[in-house]
């Protein structure tokens, strides 16, 4: 039997569920209502449903597209498959047409990291994609190679290594002079010559000088100190060089960041043997550096690894799902897919490294890379009309990862013209990839829809100083009228109508679906659970007509009612947010739309109750599952001085099903609001009020052969314990341990 004695106390921390995030419900197709088809493609992307989610493979279950500048679409996708929920963003790009650009980001030097948004902010690009793996724990530096564009045409090698070093990486991403993209292995070219000794140089501004190198570092560097990258090499040597001249010679590899005018040569191993052999102080020394491998070359950025070339599939590696950023080249590089893929998420698993080249190649791709994956996966865009790039993807850090680089995209500045309105609901919060823009101009019939149509040029730059008229159609489905500058467009009859933008000689017109009038309101939650009266929480109210159709009320048509002595309610965008106003509270809101009404419960603070200090065995009981498996509880030493515990023996041999030896409160455990039930404890998985060990492999778990639990229960009488954390007290009453 092993042996696991449980504390002396045991808590449940009471805590109310916490409020989900608001989404636009799944709105099932109505007849007679249009809706976006795009099977083939859509107005504004050319990527047809079919090489999102093969056919008889998935399902497309949302789907936005937006114009970003001219040759460049934007796509984001929901999918669901055998193997779970898939959420991505995709950037297609024509790199024959003229009008955008790419470059290589990062933070203004090699060693140092920011967010995505702050490299495309520094820059000014119009989209941009996390980059190449970097030196996370410690000088922050990419791995690889890159190459970025200055003024005037000309480009520069920022960091890389030379070929056949044991720092030098694969292919990079390529962009060429002509504007078409291609995968090359770009590699460093350098070296230093005092006319007579010439050493050549194995690395530039790398995280990692190479065994045996000489590693040349420059201003962009930064402010790192450089002997970080030496890894504690034992044979040392630096050479420091200010205006083509040689200022210090040693061992002592102390220099600070390299000036405008220095250059730094640091070497290990047999390297710093040559270099101490080649340069001396007061020597002239030249030194030249290039990248190799591309002919034409305006940027590159190193790519993590291949996993489709020339159309075919080079990983095998179907096992492991990832967040994957992903770059897909056509045959000749005239087209361009930037992919990112949400994951370690409820509502996206992420992408095996075969789903990704398999992704890509149905795009259209024949040659596939990723680029960093995991919690650096990020895409952020500016589509048509909006003034700056946001986030798009889902990072799964839950916050922006401060990465070395970025690949960005970035579009010739336009002529400032007017030329068309983009039209949508002003009030969209939602504005994120995973909303489904197309149902925001869906109204109910007597309810309204708050529209702004924004001005653009040819390149989809936004102008500010654009006024538009808003007019329906003839169908007569709706009225339109201004309220403060803005178009307020209302339901008369179910159908759809055009809604004209127009300006002078310039119009744009878009479908406004209506619903028929509500039968019934929701919300996205019933119940907003506040821990404090320092947070607050949030709300979406839905209109549902009789044929089950589904879209968001506005604020505007929303009266609520609620005691404002305990909480505020506001309206912000197309939800209300609550703000408690006292420290402990329960009470409900009432909501009343279209003639109908729902509720919403509120409640603020927490409460912890001790449920049973355990010190007393007569109440709590041994059980187990199936009858073959061993359980016996006995009184053990408690964590307090003079306190008591409860020991659980247990023996998970005899089967190879699943199994389970249980703790169980007897009489169970109740507290206010969880009504008695039955002591005996179920089969699985075991409810509150019960401590369990179970097993699921095919062996088991004895006295002679004792398992290790999954969570750790430290016994007195025992020193070792599991790696993994202690579950958090408000899963206190039922721990499991898996063998």
Known sequence: MTTTALTATLALAVASPTTPALATPAVPP??????????????ESDLPDIA?????????????????????????????????????????????????TFDYLNSGTVASTGTLTSQAERRGAIAA????????????????????????????????????????????????????????????????????????????NSPTVARNGIALYTQAWGNVAINRTLDGAPNVYEVVIRDGVVIEADANVDHPRPSENEQVLVARDTGATRLAEAFTVGESVDVTYAPKG??????ALNSFFPVAHDGQIT????????????????KDGSRMWLVTVDGRQANSRGLTEVETAKLLLDMGATDVVNLDGGGSSQMNARLAGELAPTIKSSPSDGSERHTANSLGLFATPGSGRLAEFRIRAANSAWKDSDADSSTDLWVMEGLSRVVSAQGVDETYSPILTSRASLNAGPQGNVT??????????????????????????????????????????????????????????????????????TTWVEPRDVTLDYDRSQIEVTARDDHFVVTPLVESTSTVIKVNAGGQHTEVAVTVGL???????????????????????????????????????????????????????????????????????????????????????????????????PSRPAWSHRSPSSASTSSRPRPPASTAAEWSSTT
């Open 52 to 100: 999102l989610a093969p056919a008889g493979e998935a399902i497309i279950t949302d789907r936005s597209d937006s114009p970003v500048a001219p040759g460049v679409t934007y796509t984001s996708f929901d999918r669901l498959d055998p193997r779970g929920w898939v959420r991505g963003d995709v950037l297609s790009i024509d790199m024959a047409r003229k009008g955008v």
């Open 315 to 330: 990983t095998r590696n179907d096992t492991d799902l990832h967040p994957r950023t992903i770059v897909g080249l056509n």
């Open 129 to 204: 994609v996390n980059g190449d793996g970097f030196d996370i724990n410690d000088t922050g530096a990419p791995l690889g190679t890159g190459v970025q564009r200055r003024d005037g045409g000309e480009s520069v090698m920022l960091n890389g290594s030379a070929a056949g070093t044991s720092t030098t990486r694969g292919e990079s991403i390529v962009v060429g002079k002509n504007g078409l993209a291609s995968l090359a292995n770009v590699v460093l070219d350098g070296r230093a010559t005092d006319g007579t000794d010439s050493v050549t140089l194995t690395n530039l």
């Open 480 to 549: 339109v009228t201004d309220e403060n500058g803005a178009g307020i467009v209302t339901g008369k009859r179910r159908g759809s109508t055009d809604l004209v933008a127009r300006d002078a000689a310039v119009s744009s017109s878009t479908k406004v679906v209506v619903l028929g009038a509500p039968e019934r309101i929701s919300t996205s939650t019933r119940q907003v659970s506040l821990a404090s009266n320092e947070v607050t929480g949030q709300f979406q109210v839905f209109g549902h007509d009789r044929e089950g159709m």
């Open 607 to 705: 409460g912890t109750k001790v449920l049973s200090t355990m010190d007393d065995i007569s109440q709590w009981s041994a059980t187990k599952f199936p009858a073959v498996v061993g359980s016996r509880i006995s009184a053990a030493e408690g964590r307090t001085p003079g306190g008591q515990g409860v020991a659980l023996d247990y023996s998970l041999t005899g089967t190879t099903a699943t199994r389970a030896a249980y703790v169980a409160a007897s009489p169970r455990l109740t507290m206010t609001g969880d009504a008695p039930t039955s002591t005996r404890p179920p089969a699985a998985p075991p409810r509150p009020s019960t401590w369990c060990a179970t097993s699921t492999g095919p062996g088991g778990s004895t006295s002679r052969q």
């Open 30 to 43: 109505g007849a007679g209502l249009e809706s976006p088809d795009h099977r083939a493609s859509s107005s």
């Open 294 to 299: 591309a002919d034409d070359l305006s940027m």
